[in-house]
């Protein structure tokens, strides 16, 4: 956890503010003293938010290229295949490891009965275990993995190693059971050569009888030994080839670099969150303190802040200026259907108008219209509304007037489709020049900025100006042609981003003859053309 979160859960918001109230005993002043240390915290938290957030990006885009080289191909990968790969990974994994220790314990066995004490022996053991992984690495990657009659005949020979050991090992225990059963059987106890031959004949009988045992053991220790060697040193193999192929790696990083995103973007929430509890626990403590003094008061102080609290608000709202008009265009015609996307690119318009909606600086007038046959007087506002002031870092009204003007415009939108059979793209503009210009009028030391934002293939198809008729002709006679129909819009001062302007359905001469069009047209017109872009992402 960084330090600005453990910073906020070991400060106290709800004394300090408490405390604040009742030292200067004046809520103006108390709200700016905690604002400024919330506004000093919540710049300590934007370094480590533009951090996380620049790291999330990288992977965001490195996520993407996998994701567009795993599953944007005439053969995408297989997800299950891909899993079925995992647990096998993890499968070969234990059965090395058991594999190993097998080998492990062999080595420091033979270690161990040639004198050598614990510790230098399973030193020894490892390094003679790890020589099958090497080899085997090797002896796999340049010979074993292309030939699959090699792998047929290395899993053949390792088993029949291992049966033949598992034999030995058998008949090892065989002749020692053989050895328990025949014990000296003596008839007399008296001291007689008949009977001391007889003792000495058994006992050299056993004597080979135990040399047979050892060396039948040591037989199959060799050979188990020697499968077991031979199966770590494959599966190791195994193991390497799966975990460098090239789709499974990628499927897996693109599994991490999924899980980092979540991990980054639950610590930006929390820290996000610090701040807000922060912002609330300092105004819980301002209360608390002003309900304290409020009963050390006579009754006509209680009166007396209350009107004094309602004047000052009263007459800050009454201050309230609209700073910026902001209009958004959302082609609604048939035309942006060229490229066969018709509805995923309109669905990319509905979700940044969405994203705009979400960030609309304070004290804005927004329109959200359509863009269809008739653009000028056939169609209603989508959505329209406005955002209150904020002061400092008390921006709850603000973010209260944003979510509403984005879920109201889901909602209203949810009905919509790119069904129109003509696109006024210059109607839209005249529509929002009207509202814009007859809006009530703002101080004159303080000029409104407006902006608007089109979302469409920017394809004008009117009876006026049928454009995929003209492209043609060049941008020059283009412009020349809506001079003479009356279709420049005084946009003087105006901001415009025009976003998503698919290239379906055109060639690249054509595409870029539109949008020279489409730039000396906004220039004629007075206008600022901030952005011109086939993405649909649009930035403040």
């Not at 096998?88 to 050598?116: D, P």
């Not at 188990?224 to 031979?230: H, N, P, R, S, V």
């Not at 304070?362 to 209150?388: C, M, Q, Y």
């Not at 879920?407 to 006024?424: C, H, I, L, Q, R």
Request: proline share 3%; aromatic share 8%.
């Amino acid at each position: 956890m960084n330090r600005s979160l453990k910073k906020s859960r070991s400060f106290d918001y709800e004394e300090f503010g408490h405390r604040t109230m009742l030292e200067c005993g004046d809520l103006e002043h108390a709200m700016k003293i905690c604002g400024s240390h919330l506004q000093a915290y919540e710049h300590e938290l934007k370094a480590e938010l533009a951090r996380l957030n620049s790291e999330i990006l990288n992977n965001e885009q490195h996520t993407s290229a996998l994701h567009a080289e795993l599953y944007d191909r005439p053969i995408p990968v297989n997800d299950a295949e891909m899993l079925a790969h995992s647990k096998e990974g993890r499968i070969l994994a234990a059965f090395a490891g058991l594999a190993a220790v097998a080998c492990i314990v062999g080595n420091m066995t033979t270690f161990y009965l040639f004198g050598a004490g614990p510790f230098p022996a399973l030193f020894a053991a490892l390094g003679i275990t790890a020589l099958p992984l090497v080899v085997g690495h090797l002896a796999y990657e340049w010979l074993v993995a292309s030939q699959r009659w090699l792998q047929i005949l290395l899993v053949l020979v390792a088993v029949a190693l291992c049966f033949g050991g598992i034999l030995k090992l058998g008949e090892a225990r065989r002749d020692m059971v053989d050895r328990a059963a025949s014990a000296p059987v003596t008839n007399s106890y008296v001291d007689g050569s008949a009977v001391d031959n007889a003792s000495e004949q058994q006992n050299q009988s056993s004597q080979v009888s135990e040399e047979s045992i050892h060396h039948t053991l040591g037989q199959a220790m060799l050979l188990i030994m020697i499968a077991a060697d031979l199966v770590l040193g494959f599966l190791v193999g195994l193991i390497v080839r799966l975990h460098i192929d090239v789709d499974y790696t990628a499927w897996r990083k693109l599994k991490e670099l999924h899980d980092l995103i979540l991990a980054l973007r639950e610590r930006i929430a929390q820290l996000l969150a610090s701040l807000e509890i922060a912002k609330k626990l300092c105004m819980a403590g301002i209360l608390r303190a002003q309900n304290v003094r409020a009963k050390r008061r006579p009754p006509y102080h209680q009166a007396l802040t209350v009107v004094l609290l309602i004047v000052l608000f009263s007459t800050h709202a009454s201050a309230q200026n609209i700073e910026r008009y902001e209009g958004i265009l959302i082609d609604t015609s048939g035309s942006i259907s060229r490229g066969g996307t018709a509805t995923e690119l309109f669905h990319e318009y509905l979700i940044s108008t969405k994203k705009l909606l979400l960030t609309e600086p304070a004290n804005t007038r927004v329109w959200v219209s359509s863009i269809s046959t008739d653009s000028f007087g056939g169609v209603h506002e989508i959505l329209k509304g406005w955002t209150p002031e904020a002061h400092g870092i008390f921006t709850d009204d603000l973010n209260r007037a944003r979510r509403e003007l984005a879920s109201n415009f889901e909602t209203k939108s949810s009905g919509m489709a790119p069904v129109s059979s003509g696109t006024d793209i210059f109607g839209g503009l005249w529509h929002l020049n009207a509202i814009f210009e007859s809006g009530p009028k703002a101080d004159t030391s303080h000029v409104a900025s407006k902006t608007i934002w089109i979302f469409s293939d920017m394809m004008n198809e009117t009876k006026d100006f049928p454009m995929p008729a003209l492209i043609e002709l060049g941008p020059e006679k283009m412009l020349d042609r809506a001079k003479a129909n009356g279709l420049i819009v005084s946009l003087n001062g105006y901001k415009v981003y025009v976003l998503g302007t698919s290239s379906g359905g055109l060639t690249p001469q054509q595409w870029f003859r539109v949008r020279e069009f489409w730039t000396r047209y906004f220039l004629a017109a007075g206008a600022e053309l901030v952005a011109y872009s086939t993405e649909c992402n649009p930035q403040r």
